[in-house]
T-cell receptor, first 116, second 112 residues
Framework: EAGVVQSPRYKIIEKKQPVAFWCNPISGHNTLYWYLQNLGQGPELLIRYENEEAVDDSQLPKDRFSAERLKGVDSTLKIQPAELGDSAVYLC??????????????FGEGSRLTVL | GENVEQHPSTLSVQEGDSAVIKCTYSDSASNYFPWYKQELGKRPQLIIDIRSNVGEKKDQRIAVTLNKTAKHFSLHITETQPEDSAVYFCAPGDRNTGKLIFGQGTTLQVKP
C-alpha cells in the first residue's frame, strides 16, 4: 500500500517568490493535515481537512498561506509571497476520520523549503 | 492554547540502559497520548499510544505510562539499542478530532 506522497521533496526559492506543495494521502483516508516543522522543533499544525472541508485552520497565516483540497483527496499548500522565515519542512499527514480514527497519523516524507 | 513540554530535551545513554522521557500537557480535555519517533531526515512515525482510560501500555521494549491527574505521560524504553537513537515527540490531543499538539522533541542518543 502506498504511503502519503508529497512533492517536491526539496525547493529553493528567493524571497517574495511563490511556492506550492502537493500531497496525496493514503487511499481512503478522509482526514488530511498540513504541518510545519522548523529545525529542532516538533510539527506544528497549519490546517486540518475532513474530506474537502477545512475544519481547523486557526494556525494558518492567511495573509500569505493558502490551502485547498478540492475533491477531498489530494491537497495543495501555497505560500505567496515566501519570506525568509518560511524556510522549514512542510509535512503532510493523513488518517482515517470519524468512527474509523485509530489515533495514528501517517506522515509523508515532507517538503523541505529554503528561502534565500 | 495547549501547552506541551518534554523533558529532557536531550538524553544520552549507554546501549542496554533504560531511557525515560516525560511529557507534560495543560489541556485536561486531552484523551489521547501518543509518542512518535523521527529518525534523522525521516518522517515521524507512531511507536506507541495510550488512551485516557488506561494507565499503562507496553509493547516489547517500549511502554507508556499516563497520570491524568498530574497531566503527564512518559515513554519508557528498556534495553536500548543504537537504532533507538532518534528524536521522540509526544503529541497529546483529542482522539475524536485527530487534533494533536506535538512537543518540542527529545533527542535520544544510544552509545554502543
Amino acid at each position: 500500500e502506498a504511503g502519503v506522497v508529497q512533492s517536491p521533496r526539496y525547493k529553493i526559492i528567493e524571497k517574495k517568490q511563490p511556492v506550492a506543495f502537493w500531497c496525496n494521502p493514503i487511499s481512503g483516508h478522509n482526514t488530511l493535515y498540513w504541518y510545519l516543522q522548523n529545525l529542532g522543533q516538533g510539527p506544528e499544525l497549519l490546517i486540518r481537512y475532513e474530506n474537502e472541508e477545512a475544519v481547523d485552520d486557526s494556525q494558518l497565516p492567511k495573509d500569505r498561506f493558502s490551502a485547498e483540497r478540492l475533491k477531498g483527496v489530494d491537497s495543495t499548500l501555497k505560500i505567496q509571497p515566501a519570506e525568509l522565515g518560511d524556510s522549514a519542512v512542510y509535512l503532510c499527514a493523513s488518517s482515517l476520520g470519524g468512527q474509523g480514527f485509530t489515533g495514528e497519523l501517517f506522515f509523508g516524507e515532507g517538503s523541505r523549503l529554503t528561502v534565500l | 492554547g495547549e501547552n506541551v513540554e518534554q523533558h529532557p530535551s536531550t538524553l544520552s545513554v549507554q546501549e542496554g540502559d533504560s531511557a525515560v522521557i516525560k511529557c507534560t500537557y495543560s489541556d485536561s480535555a486531552s484523551n489521547y497520548f501518543p509518542w512518535y519517533k523521527q529518525e534523522l531526515g525521516k518522517r515521524p512515525q507512531l511507536i506507541i499510544d495510550i488512551r485516557s482510560n488506561v494507565g499503562e501500555k507496553k509493547d516489547q521494549r517500549i511502554a507508556v505510562t499516563l497520570n491524568k491527574t498530574a497531566k503527564h505521560f512518559s515513554l519508557h524504553i528498556t534495553e536500548t539499542q543504537p537504532e533507538d537513537s532518534a528524536v521522540y515527540f509526544c503529541a497529546p490531543g483529542d482522539r475524536n478530532t485527530g487534533k494533536l499538539i506535538f512537543g518540542q522533541g527529545t533527542t535520544l542518543q544510544v552509545k554502543p
